[in-house]
């Protein structure tokens, strides 16, 4: 089972929205809405910021939203801001039964 | 709050076996599946296995056979064994509740498979 495809990094200035992409194929991204995305800052543990696709556990900022369509699944953080830079990892469950995760987005805030 | 607390070697020898504790507090182990990842340096998460509150586990298959993950719910610890490791087995490994979406995690320690 292949690593979902992440844009390698993603920019924006402080008050912009960016969207993040995840790309699977149909025996993962496209099979269930078990997407999840994970905020990691460097020597930190991945945070959880988004479960079920669109899900936002408590304490997640509403400024990060998540969607799905077809094989790619999608991470908006509008209103960017400086605290937001770090990497961003997606997860999708699989058709065989185990978990992916996804290559990794830097964040770049400019 | 639920707290992760990984513990064990940092350093293993090749062809080993890898042996991880995970203490949990703040939760009963009754609550929630229960998860081990690893990190690569460099690299992204990968998603070792899970053992759920019945004793039900799930493995990826990437690791052919040689993970096992068990729980002792007496003191609030689940493990891994990982056998015949090599130097692709290096990673931060961290323990994590859930399975699908790991929402509680350890901050993870850094096993280093080298000789």
């Known amino acids: 089972q292949s690593a979902l495809t992440q844009p390698a990094s993603v920019s924006g200035s402080p008050g912009q929205s960016i969207t993040l992409s995840c790309t699977g194929t149909?025996?993962?991204?496209?099979?269930?809405?078990?997407v999840s995305w994970y905020q990691q800052h460097p020597g930190k543990a991945p945070k959880l910021m988004i479960y079920?696709?669109?899900n936002r556990p408590s304490g997640v900022s509403n400024r990060f939203s998540g969607s799905k369509s077809a094989y790619t699944a999608s991470l908006t953080i509008s209103g960017l801001q400086a605290e937001d830079e770090a990497d961003y990892y997606c997860s999708s469950y699989t058709t065989s039964k185990f978990y992916v995760f996804g290559t990794g987005t830097k964040v770049t805030v400019l | 709050q639920v707290q992760l607390q990984e513990s064990g070697p940092g350093l293993v020898k090749p062809s080993e076996t890898l042996s991880l504790t995970c203490t949990v507090s703040?939760?009963?182990?009754?609550?929630?599946?229960w998860s081990w990842l690893r990190q690569p340096p460099g690299k992204g998460p990968e998603w070792i296995a899970y053992i759920n509150n019945n004793g039900g586990t799930n493995y990826n298959p990437s690791l052919k056979s040689r993970g096992t993950i068990s729980m002792d719910t007496s003191n609030n610890q689940f493990s891994l064994k990982l056998t015949s490791v090599t130097a692709a087995d290096t990673a931060v490994y961290h323990c994590?509740?859930?399975?699908?979406?790991?929402?509680?995690w350890g901050q993870g320690i850094l096993v280093t498979v080298s000789s």
């Open positions: 079920d696709v669109a």
């Open positions: 149909s025996g993962d991204v496209g099979a269930y809405d078990y």
């Open positions: 703040g939760a009963s182990m009754s609550s929630y599946y």
């Open positions: 994590a509740s859930g399975a699908g979406w790991w929402e509680h």
